[in-house]
């Protein structure tokens, strides 16, 4: 009796804890003010369906696959947006219970999860709802883990949502996980053929998907997937038992091989870009306490110290942390495996606590409960460090490059503030409801669910991070001539009927008196010169200028002068044509409507510059000082800025 009293204790512990876990989730996320985030997923209740969303977004009218995962979303109640993230706290604690049989541990876990910064900020860091999806292939990688452990009822329901989730980039993250630890691990007597079949169907429905999708993003992992899937399932067709432990490790890493070089390939020839949400030294903060607790837990296993089998979840903890050093948006995935694992780790803590107060007739539920009050009290601590570190991002990616880089501590910037300010003035400039905008895509959806909120019907021209032809189209808009670029923008305005358009563009200089410098002050050393060299490194969109030359399929050295320099100080290298482009005469017209007396580029002239550009006119600017900088050229002040031009008659 007095047993079944203890394990009742112990289960509602587990269940409380488990409870605590979700409510601390919701708590967090409104208090650092996330709950209506990611920005895509709130403008997409403002608009009809995921068609209209994409012709918004991008003026190709092409659509990422995901968006589909989005928009589903979008259509319940703000409050219920953080379902993803419960379904995978409870998804950890009933995997934990698996492995562990103890409530308490699972419990333990689960709010360790919860509290992981990495879980919160899932929400904020990537704007385009990409990471917030991402939860949806965690939860089916968990769903797999649970079907290696033989319950083959998970791995049945673990494949069907992986092929629900094929338009996802990030899905066949699961299937090189999967296909990796059958290798490694081998097939158990409990798992038999079954996942065998299952692993060939998700290589086959991966191959067809992604010739249905094309490449781009997707198939950097479609076709790592599909490789390593398609050869996993034929080494484990002909091996019946007889692979020896190590020449499995060794097909297993030359599997591997084969499939990161397919990847490679894939990569170069089309171009595809890794997500990257934070500092690479911030990547710690976003896994938390959870990589913390890895290490021991790796080695009780090694040490044959652990009592219970976790080589199936090792595997996949591995082998997404891996990814997700390269592609940070894998994060999410490798996030709850990672915690799966350190139950090796809490359980044998949790048991040795219970031994070593049982000698003193402490009760373990006693001693548990003040173990979980000194966990409750530390790792909150983790959570609350995200506002001074660097994992709290802007949604200009530049800028926040230029604060890590120079060291710099911004004050009194309030992005959202800005980002309702812009609106508002495009909303009070535009003679109609309807408006074109010209932009990087990292204003794009901020602004779109902003304007959306005032009425506004809004068509961007933007950079998109799938649509190659969007890609193209800006562009060429900021790096043709002002006059050729007016005429373009025009001409679509045309064509949408449209009658207000709008030109974003963000820029860091350096300020000393009331002369501006554009780009951040430096000093460049050269051979043949004894002293360092006066020099100005481009951010924001003055930098972007290189990647937006290579999408219009320009000639990098007829507007900057090529030497071989950093690609900072290379982009304000204009020739006599770059100081034409679009670009470059929005940021010397803001500079000088802004009150400057002289405008310099002094890596081409030392003579102020004037801009030639006519038919634009600047309605709104903000700047933020980001810090100061000393050189043996003097001090100077370093600022960031954020103007909005219209086009006018």
Same mark, same amino acid.
């Given at each position: 009796?007095?047993?079944?009293?203890?394990?009742?204790?112990?289960?509602?512990?587990?269940?409380?804890?488990?409870?605590?876990?979700?409510?601390?989730?919701?708590?967090?996320?409104?208090?650092?003010?996330?709950?209506?985030?990611?920005?895509?997923?709130?403008?997409?209740?403002?608009?009809?369906?995921?068609?209209?969303?994409?012709?918004?977004?991008?003026?190709?009218?092409?659509?990422?696959?995901?968006?589909?995962?989005?928009?589903?979303?979008?259509?319940?109640?703000?409050?219920?947006?953080?379902?993803?993230?419960?379904?995978?706290?409870?998804?950890?604690?009933?995997?934990?219970?698996?492995?562990?049989?103890?409530?308490?541990?699972?419990? &333990? =876990?689960? %709010?360790?999860?919860? !509290? #992981? *910064?990495? @879980?919160?900020? /899932?929400? $904020?860091?990537?704007?385009?709802?990409?990471?917030?999806?991402?939860?949806?292939?965690?939860?089916?990688?968990?769903?797999?883990?649970?079907?290696?452990?033989?319950?083959?009822?998970?791995?049945?329901?673990?494949?069907?949502?992986? &092929? =629900?989730? %094929?338009?996802?980039? !990030? #899905? *066949?993250? @699961?299937?090189? /996980?999967? $296909?990796?630890?059958?290798?490694?691990?081998?097939?158990?007597?409990?798992?038999?053929?079954?996942?065998?079949?299952?692993?060939?169907?998700?290589?086959?429905?991966?191959?067809?998907?992604?010739?249905?999708?094309?490449?781009?993003?997707?198939?950097?992992?479609?076709?790592?997937?599909?490789?390593?899937?398609?050869?996993?399932?034929?080494?484990?067709?002909?091996?019946?038992?007889?692979?020896?432990?190590?020449?499995?490790?060794?097909?297993?890493?030359?599997?591997?091989?084969?499939?990161?070089?397919?990847?490679?390939?894939?990569?170069?020839?089309?171009?595809?870009?890794?997500?990257?949400?934070?500092?690479?030294?911030?990547?710690?903060?976003?896994?938390?306490?959870?990589?913390?607790?890895?290490?021991?837990?790796?080695?009780?296993?090694?040490?044959?110290?652990?009592?219970?089998?976790?080589?199936?979840?090792?595997?996949?903890?591995?082998?997404?942390?891996?990814?997700?050093?390269?592609?940070?948006?894998?994060?999410?995935?490798?996030?709850?495996?990672?915690?799966?694992?350190?139950?090796?780790?809490?359980?044998?803590?949790?048991?040795?606590?219970?031994?070593?107060?049982?000698?003193?007739?402490?009760?373990?539920?006693?001693?548990?409960?003040?173990?979980?009050?000194?966990?409750?009290?530390?790792?909150?601590?983790?959570?609350?460090?995200?506002?001074?570190?660097?994992?709290?991002?802007?949604?200009?990616?530049?800028?926040?490059?230029?604060?890590?880089?120079?060291?710099?501590?911004?004050?009194?910037?309030?992005?959202?503030?800005?980002?309702?300010?812009?609106?508002?003035?495009?909303?009070?400039?535009?003679?109609?409801?309807?408006?074109?905008?010209?932009?990087?895509?990292?204003?794009?959806?901020?602004?779109?669910?902003?304007?959306?909120?005032?009425?506004?019907?809004?068509?961007?021209?933007?950079?998109?991070?799938?649509?190659?032809?969007?890609?193209?189209?800006?562009?060429?808009?900021?790096?043709?001539?002002?006059?050729?670029?007016?005429?373009?923008?025009?001409?679509?305005?045309?064509?949408?009927?449209?009658?207000?358009?709008?030109?974003?563009?963000?820029?860091?200089?350096?300020?000393?008196?009331?002369?501006?410098?554009?780009?951040?002050?430096?000093?460049?050393?050269?051979?043949?010169?004894?002293?360092?060299?006066?020099?100005?490194?481009?951010?924001?969109?003055?930098?972007?200028?290189?990647?937006?030359?290579?999408?219009?399929?320009?000639?990098?050295?007829?507007?900057?002068?090529?030497?071989?320099?950093?690609?900072?100080?290379?982009?304000?290298?204009?020739?006599?044509?770059?100081?034409?482009?679009?670009?470059?005469?929005?940021?010397?017209?803001?500079?000088?409507?802004?009150?400057?007396?002289?405008?310099?580029?002094?890596?081409?002239?030392?003579?102020?510059?004037?801009?030639?550009?006519?038919?634009?006119?600047?309605?709104?600017?903000?700047?933020?000082?980001?810090?100061?900088?000393?050189?043996?050229?003097?001090?100077?002040?370093?600022?960031?800025?954020?103007?909005?031009?219209?086009?006018?008659?």
């Amino acid at each position: 009796m007095m047993k079944t009293s203890l394990n009742n204790k112990v289960f509602i512990a587990g269940i409380i804890l488990l409870v605590a876990s979700i409510i601390i989730h919701y708590a967090s996320l409104y208090i650092f003010n996330f709950i209506d985030h990611p920005y895509t997923l709130k403008a997409m209740r403002n608009t009809g369906s995921v068609q209209e969303y994409c012709r918004t977004i991008d003026i190709s009218g092409a659509c990422m696959g995901y968006y589909i995962y989005l928009w589903l979303f979008s259509n319940i109640p703000v409050q219920l947006s953080p379902i993803l993230q419960v379904l995978v706290v409870i998804l950890v604690y009933l995997t934990v219970y698996k492995l562990t049989r103890n409530h308490i541990v699972s419990g &333990i =876990l689960a %709010l360790i999860y919860s !509290l #992981t *910064p990495g @879980v919160i900020l /899932a929400y $904020s860091l990537d704007q385009t709802g990409l990471v917030y999806t991402a939860s949806l292939v965690a939860i089916t990688l968990l769903l797999l883990i649970r079907g290696f452990t033989g319950e083959q009822l998970f791995m049945v329901l673990g494949v069907l949502l992986y &092929i =629900l989730l %094929l338009l996802h980039p !990030l #899905t *066949p993250v @699961v299937l090189i /996980a999967t $296909s990796i630890t059958y290798l490694v691990v081998g097939e158990t007597s409990k798992l038999r053929k079954t996942p065998l079949l299952l692993l060939i169907a998700m290589s086959t429905a991966t191959l067809i998907a992604m010739i249905v999708n094309s490449v781009s993003y997707y198939g950097l992992y479609g076709v790592v997937g599909v490789v390593i899937g398609l050869i996993s399932s034929l080494i484990l067709l002909v091996d019946k038992g007889e692979i020896k432990p190590g020449y499995r490790v060794l097909i297993s890493l030359s599997v591997i091989v084969i499939g990161v070089l397919m990847g490679l390939i894939t990569s170069r020839l089309y171009e595809i870009e890794f997500t990257v949400l934070v500092e690479n030294k911030s990547l710690v903060v976003l896994y938390g306490i959870a990589s913390i607790l890895s290490i021991p837990s790796v080695i009780l296993v090694y040490a044959g110290k652990s009592s219970i089998n976790i080589k199936h979840i090792l595997v996949p903890a591995v082998v997404t942390l891996i990814i997700s050093m390269f592609d940070q948006a894998v994060y999410v995935v490798a996030l709850p495996v990672l915690v799966v694992l350190n139950s090796v780790f809490i359980l044998t803590l949790v048991s040795q606590l219970q031994l070593a107060f049982q000698q003193y007739r402490k009760t373990p539920i006693s001693i548990l409960g003040v173990f979980i009050l000194v966990l409750l009290v530390l790792t909150p601590g983790l959570i609350y460090a995200i506002p001074v570190s660097n994992t709290k991002t802007s949604i200009d990616r530049e800028l926040q490059v230029l604060i890590v880089d120079k060291g710099f501590a911004v004050e009194n910037y309030d992005e959202k503030t800005v980002l309702n300010e812009i609106a508002s003035r495009i909303a009070n400039y535009s003679q109609s409801n309807r408006v074109l905008i010209v932009a990087h895509w990292d204003y794009t959806y901020s602004l779109l669910s902003m304007l959306s909120s005032r009425g506004v019907d809004t068509q961007f021209i933007t950079h998109t991070h799938g649509d190659h032809s969007s890609r193209k189209l800006l562009s060429t808009i900021m790096t043709s001539h002002w006059n050729t670029s007016l005429k373009i923008m025009r001409e679509i305005a045309n064509q949408t009927n449209t009658r207000d358009v709008y030109i974003l563009v963000s820029f860091a200089y350096s300020k000393r008196g009331n002369d501006s410098f554009i780009g951040v002050a430096g000093t460049l050393n050269l051979p043949g010169y004894q002293y360092p060299q006066e020099a100005y490194y481009a951010y924001g969109d003055t930098y972007r200028i290189l990647e937006y030359l290579h999408y219009a399929n320009k000639t990098l050295s007829n507007y900057v002068y090529n030497v071989g320099l950093d690609d900072r100080l290379t982009a304000l290298l204009w020739t006599s044509s770059g100081e034409e482009l679009l670009l470059n005469q929005l940021v010397v017209k803001a500079l000088i409507d802004t009150g400057y007396s002289r405008v310099y580029n002094r890596l081409i002239n030392i003579n102020p510059l004037n801009p030639s550009i006519e038919n634009v006119e600047l309605i709104y600017y903000y700047d933020v000082k980001t810090g100061s900088i000393r050189t043996i050229y003097g001090e100077y002040e370093i600022h960031y800025m954020v103007a909005v031009f219209k086009l006018v008659a």
